[in-house]
């Protein structure tokens, strides 16, 4: 957002004011006997009200609150608080469905009572849950004939006073199905990398045939989902994912060179997480889990058919170092010491007998899980939704993932309270949600979206996620390009967390971008999956943003932090190593203040919307960089009008943008309004009602992440999705394949055209 729109915004609303005084004096010349301006004093109640209804219409309460309510606002957040409610949060482990989960639904949703919110309620859903079995816990064996030489561990050791918790769920990847796989004799596991697709077809070109074997992989690059359906499609009977020293302990192994001494992982940590490759509850694809809602069968749902266990690199070692086979690729060699890292799956000769045996006992069942709402009332205008979201569960403490956010959330809540008490109320109004259940694929937020879609299509200005706000020291933000220019102008407002007073986040934003890849812009990116977040944006289409401090990626080449999803990450780990002195969680709420208030109280919605088709055409001239386009239009020769479309799109942003600028002192409060909505709705028109080609619950035709890694952003994800694999393909299926991207590109030229027409003045059809 440039400074010139931000004036001019105040501009037009000082014109909007003008409109509507003149429109009651208009009201009062004809309704009263006298021509003259009415006396405050012979004003019935209701024309008072009128009066002081059409007198809010006209405040543009950001500018008014200036940068005093800033400055209040930064003041406030307190990291004692912060640290107290992350303490309180992360007592103990806080599985979805589980007691403690619910109690803290309650105590999430009595902060926002008092805090003064206007409501604030438990939303239950009945959601299909995975969970290990306590008593009969997960294992890998390794046996010779009938002795069992060798089994796997099931949690962490104890390393810190206070870490231990009996409910800590013993380790397990959800909706991975109970079952047992074994080898044959002599025969151990096939090393796979990452399991990505890459390495599998590295590994059919190295001849190594995968179908009927066990596959260990470690964990990183990609979701742990994809390993698990690469896995399968490669014919793997059963899946060990392990933490990499690599990846998790890159200092060494020592006592004192990993937790609790350091942030690192030890060799008893293992990560849990879900592999379910859907959002929402697998029962209830595209509609609410609510009480009685049908739900089709466990079979019928797509889960994932082999099991899967995730191990520590203490127990990865003791598999890995008896395998022989041919040696992995130089760059596939991890951490491990004393490690060879050879394919498998043969043992070393002095293990010729053994096998290995992966035994899953998971099951599923449903269980009710709770989001918590809470709204702060909109004064002016109540049916604009300006949504917070994060979530309550974790795997276990969940000290960064998400309880960090929600310690967030609480504090900017009880912000938001104070400011309230002071008198201040948002022009729109304000939605708290934390979320239950998003660890096993997003459940409370996707069952949310799905039972609210119609409101919040109709009603949704913006979703912000904050899902971990401190697993490291590096902001990233993500978001629709509409919101790009909001999240880099708060962050100037928001002082730096590394203490150094005259420095402000985006100041600290930009030095790591300018140190890590040598450029001054910000790297604004569009949206991956991975939390909450996507049922609005891929879904719904209501523009979303997601922001977090993690990990130092380009110091570390690591993915994520040390101690995601395992034992170890506590309270000790974020107090002492990660945020000690909270002033990455003040930072994060201080951020999420302002942007909330930002959207809630500017009277013209602060969107870029020349943003989204720059950012099209940007991806249409990679297409062209890589060489893509040429195939597309060999396929389909009206290709050429996307590319048309986009350019048009672009013109007519620029001028809306421009028109904006000249709005005419006439303008009426009504159109006002009525510009707002047509930018709020301009996401929606790229909203497939039927999905993406073969994604049904992926319907945002232009940024969402493309399918072969759930993570990773991706704009026209149709297009990629359509092109994979596709010189494989020969006969029926490649015309198929073809007509299929006819179809889509021809999807993608009307929905942009219809974006451009929505830009247009309102009466052309
Ligand atoms: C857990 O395992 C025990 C021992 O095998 C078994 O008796 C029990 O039924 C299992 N529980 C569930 C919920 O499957
Ligand atoms: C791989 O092994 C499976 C089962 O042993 C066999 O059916 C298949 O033909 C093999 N594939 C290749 C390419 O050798
Ligand atoms: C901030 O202050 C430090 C010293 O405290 C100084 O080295 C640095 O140049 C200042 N940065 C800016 C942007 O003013
Ligand atoms: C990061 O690690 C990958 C292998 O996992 C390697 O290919 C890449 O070169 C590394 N990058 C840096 C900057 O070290
Ligand atoms: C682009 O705009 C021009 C001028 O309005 C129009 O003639 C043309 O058909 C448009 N192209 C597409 C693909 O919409
Ligand atoms: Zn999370």
């Known amino acids: 957002m440039s400074n010139q ?339 498998g799956p043969e043992w070393k000769p002095e293990y010729s007998t053994w096998t290995l045996t992966l035994s899953t006992h998971n099951t599923e069942n449903i269980y009710r899980s709770y989001n918590v709402i809470g709204t702060i009332k909109g004064e002016v205008e109540p049916d604009r939704y300006i949504i917070l979201g994060n979530h309550r569960d974790a795997w276990g403490y969940g000290a960064s993932d998400p309880s960090s956010g929600t310690a967030q959330m609480l504090e900017s809540a009880r912000v938001f309270g104070e400011l309230m008490k002071e008198g201040w109320r948002p022009r729109r109004t304000i939605v708290f949600c934390n979320w239950g259940a998003e660890e096993y694929g997003l459940l409370g937020s996707q069952e949310w979206v799905e039972e609210h879609t119609n409101k919040l299509q109709a009603r949704g200005v913006a979703y912000v996620n904050v899902d971990t706000c401190a697993s490291g020291p590096i902001f990233r933000g993500r978001s629709s390009p509409i919101l790009w220019d909001i999240l880099e102008e708060m962050t100037k407002v928001v002082p730096g967390t590394k203490g150094q007073d005259n420095l402000s986040l985006h100041d600290e934003w930009s030095a790591y971008t300018k140190w890590k890849s040598g450029v001054d812009s910000i790297p604004l990116a569009t949206l991956g999956a991975g939390s909450d977040h996507a049922p609005f944006a891929f879904f719904a289409g209501v523009p979303s943003m997601d922001y977090a401090f993690k990990v130092d990626s380009h110091k570390w080449n690591i993915s994520t932090y040390p101690a995601y999803h395992t034992g170890y990450e506590t309270f000790y780990m974020v107090d002492k190593h990660i945020d000690p002195g909270f002033k990455i969680h003040q930072g994060c709420s201080r951020l999420a203040l302002h942007i909330l208030r930002y959207l809630a109280d500017s009277s013209m919605l602060p969107y870029s919307i020349e943003q989204m088709p720059k950012t099209m055409a940007k991806a249409l001239k990679d297409l062209k960089i890589e060489g893509i386009d040429s195939k597309l239009i060999n396929i389909y020769d009206k290709y050429v009008l996307l590319e048309e479309a986009v350019d048009n799109f672009t013109v007519e942003a620029i001028n809306f943008e421009k028109s904006l600028q000249d709005i005419s002192p006439n303008i009426s409060p009504v159109t006002l309004r009525a510009i707002n909505d047509q930018m709020m709705q301009l996401e929606q028109i790229f909203i497939m009602p039927s999905g993406l080609p073969g994604r049904p619950m992926t319907r945002h035709a232009v940024f969402a992440p493309s399918q072969f890694d759930t993570y990773a952003a991706a704009a026209f994800p149709g297009i990629s999705d359509l092109l994979y694999l596709i010189d494989e393909l020969s006969g029926k299926d490649l015309t198929k394949r073809q007509n299929e991207i006819r179809r889509h590109i021809s999807d993608l030229t009307i929905m942009t055209q219809n974006a451009r027409k929505l830009l247009k003045e309102m009466h052309i059809i």
């Open 5 to 343: 729109r931000m004036l001019l915004t105040v501009g037009a609303v000082t014109m909007v004011a003008g409109v509507i005084i003149g429109a009651i004096i208009g009201h009062f010349a004809t309704s009263s006997t006298s021509a003259t301006l009415p006396n405050k004093n012979s004003l019935t109640s209701q024309e008072s009200e009128e009066l002081e209804l059409m007198s809010q219409l006209r405040r543009d309460r950001w500018q008014e609150g200036g940068k005093e309510m800033t400055r209040r606002i930064n003041d406030m957040v307190s990291t004692d608080n912060l640290r107290d409610n992350l303490k309180e949060l992360t007592r103990r482990p806080h599985l979805a469905g589980t007691a403690r989960d619910d109690e803290l639904a309650e105590m999430v949703r009595d902060r926002f009572t008092e805090a003064g919110f206007d409501t604030a309620d438990l939303v239950p859903y009945r959601v299909l849950l995975s969970r290990p079995n306590a008593t009969n816990p997960n294992l890998i064996s390794l046996n010779s004939g009938q002795n069992v030489e060798w089994e796997s561990h099931y949690k962490e050791k104890e390393l810190h006073q206070d870490d231990y918790d009996e409910d800590f769920v013993h380790a397990f990847n959800a909706y991975s199905p109970a079952g047992t796989v074994t080898t044959t004799p002599g025969e151990g596991v096939i090393y796979v990398n990452y399991a990505r697709v890459e390495d599998y077809e590295e590994l059919d070109k190295m001849g190594v045939n995968i179908s009927g074997h066990i596959v260990i992989c470690r964990y990183g690059k990609i979701y742990r989902g994809n390993k698990i359906q690469n896995s399968e499609r490669w014919g793997a009977t059963g899946v060990i994912i392990f933490s990499d020293p690599k990846d998790v302990a890159v200092e060494g192994q020592t006592p004192q060179e990993i937790y609790p001494n350091t942030w690192w992982l030890p060799g008893s940590g293992m990560q849990r997480g879900t592999t379910y490759m859907g959002d929402g509850d697998p029962l209830t694809p595209g509609w609410p889990s609510t009480e009685n809602a049908y739900r089709i069968s466990k079979e019928e749902a797509d889960l994932p058919k082999i099991p899967c266990q995730p191990i520590g690199y203490d127990d990865a070692k003791v598999i890995l170092e008896k395998l022989e086979g041919p040696a992995a690729p130089s760059d596939w060699i991890g951490g491990i010491e004393n490690v060879a890292y050879t394919l």
